[in-house]
C-alpha cells in the first residue's frame, strides 16, 4: 500500500523558517517525480514544487521561489521542503503528492499524503 | 503562464441529474489536463487525467472530454458521495502546474 506521510508542519512567526518532511513508501519512491501543493484555509489548490525522481529538475512556484527549497532523500524515501523567510500567505495545509507515471518529467499527481498544516503567525 | 479557468465556482444539483464542469486553459495545452476531487475534509483524489482517461478505481459515471483550451468533466448520474469540490489541473508543461480555481459540487 501506498502511504506519503507529511510532518514538520507547526506555528511559526512571520520572517522564520520549518522544514517538512515526507515519508514515502510502497512504492519505488526513486522512480517518481514529487511534489508538494498547498491549500489554505478555505482555499483551493495551489501547486509549489516539483523535483524529478533523481533531482535533476526542479521547478518552484512564483510565489515560493527564492524562498523555498525542495529536494529528496532516494536513499531514505523521503521528501522535503525547506521553508524560509515566511510570510501570512503560506499559511495552508501542506501536501505531498507523486506522479502518476514513473519517469516521465511531468505527470498528474497519483498518490497524496494527508497534508501538514503550517500556520504562519505572530 | 497558462491560466486555468473553471465553471461555474459551484453548483447544486439533483441526484441522478446530469452535471458539467468546464475547465478553460488560456492557451493550448493538447490534452494534458487532470481532474482531481476533493471531498470535504479529505486529500484530494486523481478521477481522469490526459483529458478523458478514468483513473483506475473511478466510477464510471465521471467522464472528460476536450482538447486544445476548452476540457469538460461530466458526472453523467449524480450521487450523493459526489459532493465534492472538482479541481482541473495543465500538465503539458512547468513551472507551474496550474490548478482552476475549483467548482464545489452540492446535492439540491
Known amino acids: 500500500e501506498v502511504q506519503l506521510v507529511e510532518s514538520g508542519g507547526g506555528l511559526v512567526q512571520p520572517g522564520g523558517s520549518l522544514r517538512l518532511s515526507c515519508a514515502a513508501s510502497g512504492f519505488t519512491f526513486s522512480s517518481y517525480s514529487m511534489n508538494w501543493v498547498r491549500q489554505a484555509p478555505g482555499k483551493g489548490l495551489e501547486w509549489v514544487s516539483y523535483?524529478?525522481?533523481?533531482?535533476?529538475?526542479?521547478y518552484y512556484a512564483d510565489s515560493v521561489k527564492g524562498r523555498f527549497t525542495i529536494s529528496r532523500d532516494n536513499a531514505k524515501n523521503s521528501l522535503y521542503l525547506q521553508m524560509n523567510s515566511l510570510r501570512a500567505e503560506d499559511t495552508a495545509v501542506y501536501y505531498c503528492?507523486?506522479?502518476?507515471?514513473?519517469?516521465?518529467?511531468?505527470?498528474?499527481?497519483?498518490?497524496w499524503g494527508q497534508g501538514t498544516l503550517v500556520t504562519v503567525s505572530s | 503562464d497558462i491560466q486555468m479557468t473553471q465553471s461555474p465556482s459551484s453548483l447544486s444539483a439533483s441526484v441522478g441529474d446530469r452535471v458539467t464542469i468546464t475547465c478553460r486553459a488560456s492557451?493550448?495545452?493538447?490534452?494534458?489536463l487532470a481532474w482531481y476531487q476533493q471531498k470535504p475534509g479529505k486529500v484530494p483524489k486523481l478521477l481522469i487525467y490526459?483529458?478523458?482517461t478514468l483513473q483506475s478505481g473511478v466510477p464510471s459515471r465521471f467522464s472528460g472530454s476536450g482538447s486544445g483550451t476548452d476540457f469538460t468533466l461530466t458526472i453523467s448520474s449524480l450521487q450523493p458521495e459526489d459532493v465534492a469540490t472538482y479541481y482541473c489541473?495543465?500538465?503539458?508543461?512547468?513551472?507551474?502546474?496550474?490548478f482552476g480555481g475549483g467548482t464545489k459540487v452540492e446535492i439540491k
Open positions: 489541473q495543465k500538465y503539458n508543461s512547468a513551472p507551474p502546474l496550474t
Open positions: 503528492a507523486s506522479a502518476l507515471f514513473r519517469g516521465v518529467i511531468i505527470s498528474p499527481f497519483d498518490y
Open positions: 492557451q493550448g495545452i493538447s490534452n494534458y
Open positions: 490526459a483529458a478523458s
Open positions: 523535483i524529478s525522481s533523481s533531482s535533476s529538475t526542479i
